[in-house]
């Protein structure tokens, strides 16, 4: 076996499992991420509160423990092939809110002075998300299959 056989082996395993290890990375994450929000032991827990500390009708703490169990049911939702356009409906409402801080808290989000480049360790844990944006997009391009396409 040669080299270019080694690398046509390596593409085609990638390709036909990529996808579907893309789903349970963004299941994974979304699970345990949202779970650790309603559980009261969530590294942006103080992020998430200080954002939604304006919003009307339910209390801070309410308000975590939905956007947790928001995120556990789009993670939950990653991991079945006819739930995906929810799950990807779900995750785009979510991603508004994840980079509310940047507009609403850049004294947290950005280094002082140093709007809009240089940004805090939550500044990068908020803008990682165009990463998963992109997966989602990845994700959504394979919800309707061409008539000769198999499963993924």
Do not use: C
Not at 26 to 31: C, E, N, S, T
Not at 118 to 132: A, D, H, M, S
């Amino acid at each position: 076996m040669n080299l270019k056989d080694i690398d046509l082996r390596i593409s085609h395993s990638m390709r036909r499992y990529g996808h579907g290890a893309l789903r349970l990375a963004l299941a994974v994450i979304f699970i345990w991420f949202g779970v650790l929000k309603p559980l009261g032991i969530s590294p942006a827990e103080g992020l998430v509160l200080q954002t939604v500390d304006w919003m009307p009708v339910l209390s801070p703490r309410t308000w975590l423990a939905i956007i947790g169990w928001w995120e556990v049911a789009i993670g939950i939702l990653f991991l079945f092939r006819p739930t995906l356009r929810f799950a990807i409906g779900l995750l785009a409402l979510q991603m508004v809110g994840t980079f509310m801080p940047l507009v609403i808290l850049p004294d947290v989000t950005f280094q002082q002075g140093r709007v809009p480049y240089g940004l805090t360790l939550e500044g990068q844990y908020i803008v990682k998300n165009i990463l998963i944006i992109a997966a989602a997009m990845v994700i959504g391009g394979t919800v309707i299959r061409e008539p000769n396409e198999t499963a993924q």
